[in-house]
């Protein structure tokens, strides 16, 4: 997918609608009054790669699990590589864009290690200041936005990247992989021994759809090191269906200081009215200091380790969340999903 020059944005993340993607879309929009066949073609759904061995368990996954695999929670130093941003949209099979689908992206570090870890806890061998997988919840234009780092090469493919995208009303991923046009050279300089035309997995997709895989990436303009961008739109052959009651939300609670561990901070409890099979995640309100809603790790008792960002529920009742951090303003979010969706980070 060939993308035009951008002209410079204040916002590293926002990349404006250009000419082409106007056209597309009008030519999407437009595609259910027209004869099959020529503009067919803009809502053909995504071929449907092989999930890998490397999706990461649940050990592997960091706290931080938002769309910037480059920074991992607070740190400084940002992780190894050439800073990457992927935009795009989650489309129906009708070219509508889908609300509420979770997109995943997993890969390699610049190394070509990932997150993964068949024992317990992450590779070591990972970039310690690489998340390694990032989740996206879309909203109602279906797009979707990830800042990471060009995927490392590893023995036996070319560099690529892995998807995973989940519809609202399905329980299971729909998995793909997107990979660079261009000659992949290792990190000693010497041309890979597997590229685009050899590769194991994107030549099991037809010539004709792999293309839609097969990304350039252009220069962001005006940043100077380096960083490049990539538009991908997901299309899914599965039509969406939203659940009725009671569907997902959030719930602005307060919190109630309480006693933490000995010798630490005291915690902050957060009771809600839960159902069973809901997933819970805690949200802190906006400072002026930071404007977005902050995913807070949470613990299910005043003493436990605060080692979850989500729960879910097993029973209907009050259920209570532990968090260190003061909301400013004395309330948090408290959002909760519907039982069988996978649940990511709004
Ligand atoms: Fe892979």
Same mark, same amino acid.
């Given at each position: 997918?060939?993308?035009?020059?951008?002209?410079?944005?204040?916002?590293?993340?926002?990349?404006?609608?250009?000419?082409?993607?106007?056209?597309?879309?009008?030519?999407?929009?437009?595609?259910?009054?027209?004869?099959?066949?020529?503009?067919?073609?803009?809502?053909?759904?995504?071929?449907?790669?092989?999930?890998?061995?490397?999706?990461?368990?649940?050990?592997?996954?960091?706290?931080?699990?938002?769309?910037?695999?480059?920074?991992?929670?607070?740190?400084?130093?940002?992780?190894?590589? $050439?800073?990457?941003?992927?935009?795009?949209?989650?489309?129906?099979?009708?070219?509508?864009?889908?609300?509420?689908?979770?997109?995943?992206l997993w890969h390699a570090d610049r190394e070509g290690d990932y997150l993964y870890s068949a024992g317990s806890g992450r590779n070591a061998a990972c970039d310690a200041n690489f998340a390694g997988f990032g989740q996206f919840l879309t909203g109602s234009t279906g797009r979707f936005r990830f800042r990471t780092i060009k995927a490392g090469l590893y023995v036996g493919r070319t560099r690529h990247y892995h998807w995973g995208v989940t519809?609202?009303?399905?329980?299971?991923?729909?998995?793909?992989?997107?990979?660079?046009?261009?000659?992949?050279?290792?990190?000693?300089?010497?041309?890979?021994?597997?590229?685009?035309?050899?590769?194991?997995?994107?030549?099991?997709?037809?010539?004709?759809?792999?293309?839609?895989?097969?990304?350039?990436?252009?220069? $962001?303009?005006?940043?100077?090191?380096?960083?490049?961008? /990539?538009?991908?739109?997901? $299309?899914?052959?599965?039509?969406?269906?939203?659940?009725?009651? *009671?569907?997902?939300?959030?719930?602005? $609670?307060?919190?109630?200081?309480?006693?933490?561990?000995?010798?630490?901070?005291?915690?902050?409890?957060?009771?809600?009215?839960?159902?069973?099979?809901?997933?819970?995640?805690?949200?802190?309100?906006?400072?002026? /200091?930071?404007?977005?809603?902050? /995913?807070?790790?949470?613990?299910?008792?005043?003493?436990?380790?605060?080692?979850?960002?989500?729960?879910?529920?097993?029973?209907?009742?009050?259920?209570?969340?532990?968090?260190?951090?003061?909301?400013?303003?004395?309330?948090?979010?408290?959002?909760?999903?519907?039982?069988?969706?996978?649940?990511?980070? *709004?």
């Open positions: 997918m060939k993308t035009s020059p951008k002209p410079a944005e204040p916002q590293a993340f926002h990349i404006p609608c250009d000419r082409r993607r106007f056209f597309r879309s009008m030519a999407i929009a437009s595609a259910g009054f027209t004869l099959p066949g020529f503009l067919a073609e803009a809502v053909a759904a995504t071929p449907i790669v092989t999930q890998g061995p490397y999706y990461p368990l649940a050990d592997d996954i960091p706290l931080d699990k938002d769309n910037d695999l480059v920074q991992l929670d607070d740190r400084l130093t940002l992780a190894n590589g $050439v800073v990457t941003h992927i935009t795009g949209r989650v489309l129906d099979a009708n070219g509508n864009p889908v609300r509420n689908a979770l997109v995943e519809l609202p009303g399905r329980t299971t991923r729909s998995t793909s992989q997107t990979g660079w046009n261009e000659v992949a050279y290792g990190l000693t300089g010497a041309a890979w021994g597997t590229q685009n035309s050899n590769d194991n997995v994107f030549s099991t997709v037809p010539a004709a759809q792999r293309a839609s895989l097969l990304l350039d990436f252009t220069a $962001v303009p005006g940043t100077t090191t380096g960083e490049v961008q /990539a538009e991908w739109d997901f $299309v899914s052959g599965f039509t969406p269906t939203e659940p009725t009651y *009671p569907g997902g939300g959030s719930l602005t $609670v307060a919190g109630t200081p309480v006693a933490g561990p000995v010798g630490s901070d005291p915690r902050y409890r957060i009771t809600v009215p839960a159902y069973a099979g809901y997933t819970y995640e805690i949200y802190g309100n906006p400072t002026l /200091a930071d404007l977005g809603w902050r /995913a807070l790790p949470f613990s299910l008792s005043a003493t436990g380790s605060i080692d979850r960002h989500k729960h879910t529920a097993t029973a209907e009742g009050a259920l209570s969340f532990f968090v260190e951090d003061a909301a400013e303003r004395g309330f948090y979010q408290v959002s909760y999903r519907v039982p069988g969706a996978n649940t990511g980070t *709004p």
